[in-house]
C-alpha cells in the first residue's frame, strides 16, 4: 500500500530533551516535506527536500533540523524543543514538488512542556 | 492580509443541502489550485484540483476566479460523510500556501 508513515504519533516531551520524528514514504518521490498545523493558521512549512542530500527552508524553519541521507526518509528534528513547537505534525511527499498531489503521513501531535 | 484566505465556518447544512465555499488568494501568479480535504485529527487528502475552466467531479464543482483571485468549492446533495474541513491551496513556482480551512458539519 503506497503510504507515508510517521513516529511518533503522539509525543509529550520537556523543553529541551531533543527529539526526532520520523517520516518515510514508500512510493519512490522525490520530493518530501514538514508542515506544521495551529489552529488558524493553517499549514506552514518547515522544511522541504527536492530530493536527496537537498533540503531546503520553508515559511518556519526555526528550531527545526531534516536531513534526507535516503530518498524515502525525511526525519524532523528538535534539538532544543520549547513550548512554541506544540503543534500538530505533518510529513508529506509528492512525485516531483508542489505542483504536484501531496501526500499526507498520519501526522504527529506534540506537545513540549 | 493572509495569502490564502477562507471562513472558518463552520458552515451546519441539512443532508442534502447545497453548500458553496469560497477561498481568496493574494498572489495573482499563483499558477494552480486545489481543493484538500481534511476529517477532524487526520492527515489532509487532496480532493480535487482547480482548472481555469472549472472542473466537476460528482456532487464536487470547483471554478476559478483570476480576476478577482478567488476559487470555490460548490457540494451539491450533501452527505453526512462530507462532514470535514476543506482546505483550498495555491501553488506558485514551487511554493504552495494553505488556507485554514473551512469546517462543514452536514446533519441528519
Known amino acids: 500500500e503506497a503510504q507515508v508513515t510517521q513516529n511518533p504519533r503522539y509525543l509529550i516531551t520537556v523543553t529541551g530533551k531533543k527529539l526526532t520524528v520520523t517520516c518515510s514514504q514508500n512510493?519512490?518521490?522525490?520530493?518530501m516535506s514538514w508542515y506544521r498545523q495551529d489552529p488558524g493558521l493553517g499549514l506552514r512549512q518547515i522544511y522541504y527536500?527536492?530530493?536527496?542530500?537537498?533540503?531546503d527552508k520553508g515559511d518556519v524553519p526555526e528550531g527545526y533540523k531534516v536531513s534526507r541521507k535516503e530518498k524515502r526518509n525525511f526525519p524532523l528534528i528538535l534539538e532544543s524543543p520549547s513550548p512554541n513547537q506544540t503543534s500538530l505534525y505533518f510529513c508529506?511527499?509528492?512525485?516531483?514538488?508542489?505542483?504536484?498531489?501531496?501526500?499526507f503521513g498520519p501526522g504527529t501531535r506534540l506537545t513540549v512542556t | 492580509r493572509k495569502e490564502v484566505e477562507q471562513d472558518p465556518g463552520p458552515f451546519n447544512v441539512p443532508e442534502g443541502a447545497t453548500v458553496a465555499f469560497n477561498c481568496t488568494y493574494s498572489?495573482?501568479?499563483?499558477?494552480?489550485f486545489f481543493w484538500y480535504r481534511q476529517d477532524c485529527r487526520k492527515e489532509p487528502k487532496l480532493l480535487m484540483s482547480?482548472?481555469?475552466s472549472g472542473n466537476e467531479d460528482g456532487r464536487f464543482t470547483a471554478q476559478l476566479n483570476r480576476a478577482s483571485q478567488y476559487i470555490s468549492l460548490l457540494i451539491r446533495d450533501s452527505k453526512l460523510s462530507d462532514s470535514a474541513t476543506y482546505l483550498c491551496?495555491?501553488?506558485?513556482?514551487?511554493?504552495?500556501?494553505f488556507g485554514a480551512g473551512t469546517r462543514l458539519t452536514v446533519k441528519p
Open positions: 482547480v482548472y481555469s
Open positions: 527536500s527536492m530530493n536527496v542530500e537537498v533540503t
Open positions: 498572489n495573482s501568479a499563483s499558477q494552480s
Open positions: 512510493m519512490n518521490h522525490e520530493y
Open positions: 491551496v495555491v501553488y506558485n513556482n514551487n511554493d504552495m500556501r
Open positions: 508529506a511527499s509528492s512525485f516531483s514538488g508542489t505542483a504536484y498531489e501531496q501526500y
